[in-house]
């Protein structure tokens, strides 16, 4: 076998579980592997590791340097390094808020930065000034409201907003809500009225003549009902709301 090269031998334990073996020429040494580690290949005699953490969406990939002769080190990595990362302060976003949504967002922002694009705590309330600060933006953005009572909640776009004739987004768009507790409302697979805007409003979901959330123009009003697109219920206390901060993030390329 050639320097550096590994090989795996896959052993039932117990019927249910396997555990991976992995050995280098060099040392010659056997090393059991933590269940939740995959080693792809070597690099001279460090392995090159996908750690596993939970769902298949919570996935990292480490350069660990492992030592064959000393004890295996500790694989960490759960919920706090999954956390997106924020490059701006938040008004209204904590590690909770973001822990509960960085399981429902599409793998390819997991690693991302994000950037604060809008906030009505620094450019006012202005769906016009909105929509010009993410004039050539090409990748998802998050919103996030607080109303008045104090309950936050929001959505996740595919795509930035903008004035548009017809809805656009995709199938990773979905709202959510912090009232009382999390709650995701993915697609339900029955319309595709995702995201539209106009100079008046902003709208996400739709379909009999209801949104899953509505925003005026001003940004103070807005209001949530159940929709086809998401199947979702009202995300503040009451359909109709006052809004107190509105924040929009976007992934940092």
């Excluded at 309950?151 to 979905?174: I, N």
């Excluded at 003549?209 to 009003?221: K, P, V």
Aim: hydrophobic share 35%.
């Amino acid at each position: 076998m050639r320097e550096g090269t590994c090989f795996f031998l896959i052993m039932p334990v117990r019927s249910t579980r396997v555990v991976s073996i992995a050995q280098t020429k060099k040392s010659g040494a056997m090393k059991l592997l933590a269940d939740n580690v995959k080693v792809f290949y070597f690099a001279g005699e460090q392995p090159y590791v996908q750690i596993i953490t939970g769902k298949d969406t919570k996935r990292r990939l480490s350069l660990c340097s492992w030592d064959s002769e000393t004890e295996e080190p500790e694989y960490q990595g759960k919920g706090h390094d999954l956390l997106p990362v924020l490059s701006d302060y938040s008004e209204l976003l904590d590690d909770r808020h973001l822990l509960s949504l960085a399981s429902h967002m599409p793998d390819r922002t997991q690693v991302c930065e994000w950037q604060l694009v809008y906030s009505t705590a620094v450019h006012g309330s202005s769906l016009k000034t909105l929509y010009r600060n993410m004039a050539g933006l090409d990748g998802p953005v998050l919103l996030v409201v607080k109303d008045t009572q104090k309950k936050v909640f929001g959505a996740f776009s595919s795509d930035p907003f903008r004035v548009s004739k017809y809805c656009y987004g995709t199938g990773e768009t979905f709202l959510f809500t912090f009232n009382p507790d999390f709650q995701a409302y993915k697609w339900s697979g029955e319309n595709s009225y995702f995201v539209s805007g106009n100079m008046e409003s902003l709208h996400l979901g739709g379909g009999g003549g209801e949104f899953g959330l509505w925003i005026d123009a001003d940004l103070y009003r807005g209001s949530s009902f159940s929709c086809p697109t998401f199947h979702n219920a009202p995300l503040s206390t009451q359909t109709d709301f006052i809004i107190q901060d509105l924040e929009v993030w976007t992934v940092r390329n």
